[in-house]
């Protein structure tokens, strides 16, 4: 390869190659964060790629192993026409700190043939151009090494090159086996590639599928069995045992994680009552974001919830079912966690020599008191690092980290590079509502995925916008995560809409993001708001609530989501983000988009296209026509193709125009798998 020579030292570096390749993407600060992929998931490689003059050049995507071996070479193609901007994909099959690169490189066939196609059926210098042509297919199919062809493709090249020396035959019949597409064919399978050019390596990070697609359910342990003593008229708690109880239920509906908020002890200093009042009436639990009591800190367990034995019954009978433990990771602390007495210098001190806590001005925390990372860094981040490391010792796989943009963003970047050395298979997902540079930072510096601002986007316009936007460029770092409400939010268009706007929100969560999550008693269409606030009355956070489970029938809600998770396993497209595309519709609340996977990027070998038509007035039926870019979905471009509802079992024939009526009584979305038969 002709890589940059250094200049003499007397002269100003030459810093681009004899094929100039420029804008390598995925690539974030020249390289300092690493792209992020999946096993088995083909990543788009792109660069602008030209050269001076008017000879053929090409260019190829080098996909690098951990252990420095090339894994794959892809030839890439233009996708900018005129813009000289090329693009290959390539799939990692394995975990690890992968690379990449692009190579250009002059074409000497595509050249000769080029000027040959010219010049021999004009007459112009015609042996001198067949005979030139002979050398060129004699020097590809007598390569050896890394760039030699396949036997049957180098005696293909031969056989042409010897037709070519053929002096017997018509020189126009004799170019015709050069140009033929055997020949082209071989050589895009194995190009000739003079003057090669190669970029920078670039760092991919490669991780298990889970790490972008899954399906999450949240639960607070110590609602699942919680009952009133009818001896004392007082709140007994569901324990980690009960809260086992309900995973056949979850399992059932096909999820793959199960998402507990913090099981710590509890501080009772200043602890919060029922929707967040800030005195505690007896028997009022607090909230499990303020951790810390004289039962202990991060590393302990409120002892109400049980024990570390039932903590591991409960990773077990999880893993039975299919089911991956995440853990809440909340970083602060209730004024009786054992940190404020043993290390009062990891918390900031007032001028009067209290301790501070949260605040949100005008909100108040006094139950919480947050770290300070800039007292005793070390010290905070040993800690820490202990913690998570106890409970992935006992079985946890990922961790919900609360807020992590109000610490420092070098404190993670460090935990969870050290986690991912020793434990590469943990994930951390970070839930971030914050400022978009401050998300993108955090995927960057290693969080799996991201909580998106999905919950708020609820439009035609903002919907359409959203889903292109977090499928776009920056999906190589953050990868989302929809959820239709958590115990924190209860967005305004679900207080309003009731049953049918939670399944709108389902199928859009479900279909818009590879990963999606709910919150539990979404199944119970739990839409009324705490006066005043986006959350949940009688929030769970400061309360007891056990839910009576038999009555998720009536909603057929848990149904909806049962069914969109098996959709979701069956269908390659919806467990990518990329290839996201936006279909017009002729009705302001008919949403409609498609999710394409190609044959050759897909793990069964076959194409994949779901699309997507949600009915967002969750109380009328709405119709109109979806105008659908088929011929960009790999489908004849004027159809029919057979459109077959995922939800419903039914079955249409489309064109390009389809008419589309949805009743949210019956259904408020088609998902359809769109193919030729």
């Known amino acids: 390869m002709d890589a940059v020579q250094p200049a003499p030292p007397d002269e100003p570096p030459v810093r681009i190659g004899r094929i100039p390749v420029l804008d390598v993407a995925p690539v974030a600060e020249e390289g300092r964060f690493p792209a992020k992929a999946v ?9 602008t790629v030209f050269r001076e003059g008017h000879d053929a050049f090409g260019a190829t995507a080098v996909l690098v192993r951990p252990d420095g071996e090339v894994h794959q070479r892809v030839r890439m193609t233009e ?9 290959a994909r390539v799939v990692p099959d394995a975990t690890g700190a992968w690379s990449f690169r692009v190579e250009g490189w002059s074409d000497p066939y595509g050249t000769w043939a080029h000027d040959a196609g010219i010049k021999v059926p004009a007459g112009i210098d015609a042996e001198l151009m067949l005979t030139e042509g002979a050398r060129v297919l004699t020097r590809a199919a007598e390569r050896t090494g890394p760039d030699a062809m396949p036997e049957q493709d180098a005696v293909v090249l031969q056989d042409a090159a010897a037709a070519l020396r053929d002096r017997e035959r018509p020189a126009d019949e004799r170019l015709g086996v050069a140009l033929s597409d055997a020949v082209r064919d071989a050589l895009a399978r194995t190009p000739l590639r003079d003057l090669v050019s190669p970029s920078a390596d670039y760092p991919l990070v490669v991780h298990r599928p889970l790490a972008l697609a899954g399906s999450w359910y949240e639960l607070f342990p110590r609602s699942h069995g919680a009952h009133v003593d009818p001896d004392t008229g007082r709140w007994v708690s569901g324990t980690l045992r009960t809260a086992a109880e309900q995973l056949p239920r979850i399992a059932s509906m096909g999820f793959d994680v199960v998402y507990l908020t913090p099981i710590h002890p509890i501080g009772t200093t200043f602890r919060k009552g029922r929707n967040n009042t800030l005195v505690a009436e007896p028997g009022d639990p607090g909230s499990p974001y303020a951790i810390g009591s004289a039962a202990g800190g991060h590393d302990a367990i409120e002892p109400s919830l049980g024990t570390f034995d039932d903590f591991d019954a409960f990773v077990a009978s999880a893993r039975g079912l299919g089911l991956e433990v995440a853990l809440d990771l909340a970083l602060q602390c209730s004024p009786d966690h054992p940190w404020v007495r043993e290390h009062p210098e990891w918390f900031t001190t007032r001028a009067d020599g209290s301790i501070a806590y949260a605040e949100n001005p005008p909100k108040k925390y006094q139950d919480i008191y947050p770290l300070n990372f800039d007292n005793d860094p070390e010290g905070i981040y040993a800690e820490i690092h202990r913690v998570v490391e106890l409970w992935i010792s006992h079985g946890v796989t990922a961790f919900r980290v609360d807020n992590p943009h109000t610490k420092p963003l070098a404190f993670w970047e460090r935990l969870l590079a050290e986690v991912a050395r020793d434990h590469p298979d943990v994930l951390f997902l970070a839930e971030a509502f914050t400022r978009p540079a401050m998300m993108l930072a955090l995927a960057k510096i290693g969080f799996h995925q991201s909580y998106t601002y999905f919950s708020w986007r609820n439009t035609k316009e903002e919907l359409e916008e959203y889903i292109a936007t977090v499928a ?11 959820w239709p409400t958590t115990h924190d939010i209860l967005p305004p268009y679900l207080q309003a809409t009731g049953l049918g706007g939670f399944a709108v929100r389902a199928v859009l969560a479900a279909t818009g993001s590879p990963t999606w999550g709910i919150y539990s008693g979404y199944e119970l269409v739990e ?11 009688d929030n769970e956070k400061y309360e007891f609530r056990p839910r009576d489970w038999s009555q998720a029938d009536r909603y057929g809600i848990a149904l909806l989501i049962g069914r969109l998770n098996a959709v979701r396993r069956a269908h390659p497209a919806l467990q990518q983000l990329r290839d996201v595309r936006v279909h017009p519709t002729t009705d302001d609340a008919l ?11 897909s793990p ?15 109380f009328h039926p709405r119709e109109g026509m979806v105008l659908l870019d088929l011929e960009a979905l790999g489908l004849p471009a004027l159809g029919p193709v057979r459109a077959h509802d995922l939800l419903t079992d039914a079955t ?3 064109g390009p125009e389809a008419f589309v009526r949805l009743d949210p009584t019956v259904s408020c979305a088609h998902v359809v798998h769109v193919d030729v038969p």
Request: charged share 20%; with cysteine; glycine share 8%.
């Open 604 to 618: 069964t070998g076959v194409a994949d296209t779901v699309v997507v038509v949600v009915n967002l007035d969750p």
């Open 527 to 537: 839409h009324i708001p705490r006066p005043g606030v986006e959350e949940q009355i």
């Open 39 to 47: 096993v088995g998931e083909a990543v788009p490689i792109q660069a």
């Open 472 to 482: 776009g460029p920056d999906g190589a770092w953050m990868r989302p995560s929809f």
């Open 79 to 87: 996708v900018l026409k005129g813009l000289d901007r090329y693009e």
């Open 652 to 654: 249409f024939w489309w």
């Open 591 to 601: 949403v409609c988009f498609s999710r394409h996977v190609a044959a050759q990027d």
